[in-house]
């Protein structure tokens, strides 16, 4: 990770929970929140993120599932965390099928939040450093890389 902070969207429509853990969380990291889902993709699109924390139930309209495939859609590589009350071996499996990177219940304990972020985050880095190094190479392919006369 850089020196930066990370940038984390929280999505959630319980007010109340969405504003205690950003709260909680905005010593370490760039908190921003979004209620539903036109506020999640609007933020997701402007902005970008490190990682995503997104409620499964957010009540009317969309849920969190399909957000989290438009999130994949347009970023493949945006660890995506899901949150929820329902702690169901089956939603946890859902999520995971779904791409999510973790699953956690909605009353979490901080300081396993905060591995479960940075681990995501690290892990993606590695993932777009590995894919940016297999770029490099595929370019080189063939190319000769020195120009010393034995070389020619």
């Known amino acids: 990770m850089s020196s930066e902070r990370v940038r984390i969207l929280i999505v959630d429509d319980d007010e109340t929970f969405l504003g205690d853990l950003g709260r909680l969380m905005a010593d370490r990291y760039e908190i921003v929140t979004a209620h539903n889902a036109k506020e999640a993709l609007s933020a997701h699109d402007r902005l ?28 493949p590589s945006l660890p995506v965390i899901m949150v929820t009350r329902d702690s169901s071996s089956a939603s946890a499996i859902a999520a995971v099928k779904k791409g999510a990177v973790d699953y956690i219940d909605k009353r979490p304990d901080l300081g396993d939040l905060e591995r479960r972020i940075s681990r995501a985050v690290e892990e993606q880095s590695v993932v777009r450093l590995n894919k940016a190094l297999r770029m490099e190479i595929d370019q080189l392919h063939g190319e000769m890389v020195g120009d010393s006369e034995k070389m020619r």
């Open 48 to 75: 970008g993120f490190d990682a995503a924390l997104l409620d499964i139930d957010l009540g009317r309209g969309i849920d969190g599932f399909q957000i989290l495939e438009a999130f994949h859609a347009s970023d």
